[in-house]
Each structure stands twice: as C-alpha cells, then as structure tokens.
C-alpha cells in the first residue's frame, strides 16, 4: 500500500472575535495514492478547511502534512506555491473560470504550470467539450462549465484532484454526469480524489469515506461494495 499523503495531529484555530474556534481537531489518517475519498460532516464540521490545508490554501496551526516525504506544513510560500502547481488539481462548487478566455485557453492556462501537462484536445474530447472550445463560460450550461472546470484541474497531470462540493451547483441529471466524469479519471489517470461533499450517495462510489464531525475524525472506513457512479441514487 502506498501513501500518498500522511496527515499526522492536524490542528486549525480561527479568530472568532476575542475567543478562538477549534476548526480541525487533532486529525490523523493516510490517503492511498490511487484511490477515491469521500468527505462527509454537517456544515461547519471542518470538512473544507481539512481539504484546503492538505491543498496548502491555509496553514494549520499544529501537527504535519506530509506529500511524499515532504512535510508541507514547513514549507515557505514560494514552495507551497511550487506544490500546489506540481502536485494539486481543484475543482470547486462554483467553477472559477476566467470569463474573458474560452474554453479552451481556460484549460491551457493550467497546461502551462507544469513539465508534464496532459494534452488539451484529448482532455476537450474526453470531457466532451471539444464542440464548446470556442464558447466563452458565459455561453456554458452548468454542466459544461463544472466540466471545464475539471479539465482546467487536470491539464497539469496533477497526483491529487480535491474537489469541494463539485456537483453542489448541479442538478441531478448533471451531478451524475460530473460524477461519471470523476470516477473515470481516477480510473485512467490513477488520480487520487478528495471530494467534500453534502451528498452522502457519493460515499458509495469512493474507495473510503472520511466523516469529520466538530473539527475531528468521527469515522474513517473502506467502502466494500463500490457501486459504480452511473447506478447511484439520491
């Protein structure tokens, strides 16, 4: 089994006025390199501070991250910018396009970050864009956007996709669309996924679920009946 992350006794404090909230709470676990994980707690548990402090958008305040022997809780703000363009994917619930390019120079912005890049008219054709390269996002259903979105993420060849509330601006038709997307990228590409999301059916189609609860891992298990993303219900 190989690690691709090690996150040891992680903690976060935000500011609250004068007192100090406890957003993450001495969070340990293991991400396998390869595989799909589900994020799941009530709203304000923690869920996208975790994802954003392994995505190095935040720093925590104790304990370590480490991404391949590298702790990134030590690393200067050059050097998180460096892992987050060689190592990390984002898709986000609102899709963060850059409205005066198209499709396709939103995705070759990302193209560009890295040595490795996948190529752009396989990604257009593999997410079936390759019609809307031209459109600019405000010329895109939701759908089209989100799979926009998730092109732009993996134009770099990123080792990690995280993924916050992906399909939380989607219908239901569209969210298993995107979900199809998600699950066959991490079958071609090996991608490993973290996706936060409200949507507990997406527990059924990741290799683990993570459920954090008041800033602490409440649970944390392996999923043995994997139904594949076309067949969830909600």
Same mark, same amino acid.
């Given at each position: 089994?190989?690690h691709?992350i090690?996150?040891?006794?992680?903690?976060?404090?935000?500011?609250?006025?004068?007192?100090k909230v406890q957003?993450?709470?001495?969070?340990?676990?293991?991400?396998?390199?390869?595989?799909?994980?589900?994020?799941?707690?009530?709203?304000?548990?923690?869920?996208?501070?975790?994802?954003?402090?392994?995505?190095?958008?935040?720093?925590?305040?104790?304990?370590?991250?480490?991404?391949?022997?590298?702790?990134?809780?030590k690393?200067? +703000?050059?050097?998180?910018?460096?892992?987050?363009?060689?190592?990390?994917?984002?898709?986000f619930?609102?899709?963060?396009?850059?409205?005066?390019?198209?499709?396709?120079?939103?995705?070759?912005?990302?193209?560009?970050?890295?040595?490795?890049?996948?190529?752009?008219?396989?990604?257009?054709?593999?997410?079936?864009?390759?019609?809307?390269?031209?459109?600019?996002?405000?010329?895109?259903?939701?759908? +089209?956007? +989100?799979?926009?979105?998730?092109?732009?993420?993996?134009?770099?060849?990123?080792?990690?996709?995280l993924?916050?509330?992906?399909?939380?601006?989607?219908?239901?038709?569209?969210?298993?669309?995107?979900?199809?997307?998600?699950?066959?990228?991490?079958?071609?590409?090996?991608?490993?996924?973290?996706?936060?999301?409200?949507?507990l059916?997406?527990?059924?189609?990741?290799?683990?679920?993570?459920?954090?609860?008041?800033?602490?891992?409440?649970?944390?298990?392996e999923?043995?009946?994997?139904?594949?993303?076309?067949?969830?219900?909600?």
């Open positions: 089994m190989s691709l090690e996150v040891k006794n992680i903690n976060k404090f935000y500011n609250a006025g004068e007192n957003v993450l709470n001495d969070i340990s676990l293991d991400i396998e390199e390869g595989k799909m994980y589900s994020i799941v707690g009530p709203s304000g548990s923690g869920k996208s501070t975790f994802l954003n402090v392994i995505g190095a958008l935040d720093r925590a305040d104790s304990g370590s991250i480490i991404i391949d022997g590298k702790d990134i809780t690393l200067s +703000q050059k050097e998180l910018v460096d892992y987050r363009q060689k190592y990390l994917g984002f898709i619930q609102f899709y963060n396009l850059l409205p005066d390019l198209t499709v396709r120079e939103n995705i070759q912005v990302c193209e560009n970050l890295t040595d490795h890049p996948l190529n752009v008219d396989d990604l257009l054709k593999e997410l079936d864009l390759k019609a809307h390269e031209n459109k600019f996002p405000s010329q895109l259903s939701g759908g +089209q956007q +989100q799979r926009c979105s998730i092109a732009r993420a993996l134009a770099k060849n990123p080792k990690l996709l993924c916050d509330e992906p399909t939380g601006a989607l219908d239901y038709k569209t969210s298993k669309d995107i979900l199809v997307i998600l699950e066959r990228i991490n079958q071609v590409h090996g991608t490993t996924m973290l996706i936060v999301t409200h949507n059916a997406i527990q059924d189609m990741t290799h683990y679920s993570i459920k954090i609860r008041d800033g602490k891992l409440d649970n944390f298990v999923n043995d009946n994997i139904i594949p993303a076309e067949r969830l219900e909600w």
